[in-house]
C-alpha cells in the first residue's frame, strides 16, 4: 500500500508547508531575508530552494522541462508570491503523487540531473527523496525561526493524523 503512504506524505508536506509559511508571514521581510548562518543564506532564499526542488523533481516526474540550471535559484523575490506559488505547487505534488498506482511505484524513472547527466532511480526512491529534501530544509527554516521572535510550529507528522483511506 506505498501508494496510500506516498499519498499522505504528500498531503503532510502540503500541511507542514503551509504552517511553516504562516510563521514566516509573521516576520517582517527584512527579517526573512536577513543573513543568517545556513546553506542557502536566508529563511527566504530557504523557502525559495525548496520550491526549486519540487519544480524540478515535479517536471521530471511529468516529462517537463523546468528550465532549472540552478540550486540556487531565486523564484520569487516577494514573500507573497513564493508564498502563492508554494500552495499551488504543494497542490500539484497532491495531484501527480496521488495520480500513481502501485504498478508505477514499481518503475523506474529516467532523468538528466542538473549537472547533465543520465540518470535512473526508482520511482520509490525519487519520491522519498522529494519527500525527505522538504522535510530537511523546512527543519532548517524552523531552527532558523527559533532565532527570531516568531516560535516555530510543531511540524510531527503525527499531529496531522492518519487517514488509512
Known sequence: MQSAYFRRLAQYNDWANRRIYEACAQLSDAERKAARP???GSIHRTLNHILVGDRLWL???????????????????DFGELRA??????E???GVVGSYDEAELAGVLSYRSTEGEDRRLPLIQILGHVFNHQTHHRGQVHALLSGTAVAPPPLDMI?????PA
Do not use: K, M
Open 38 to 40: 545556513c546553506f542557502f
Open 59 to 77: 517536471s521530471r516526474l511529468t516529462g517537463s522541462d523546468s528550465g532549472f540550471v540552478s540550486l540556487n535559484h531565486e523564484l520569487y523575490s
Open 85 to 90: 506559488a508554494r500552495v499551488t505547487e504543494d
Open 92 to 94: 500539484r505534488l497532491i
Open 159 to 163: 499531529l496531522l493524523g492518519w487517514d
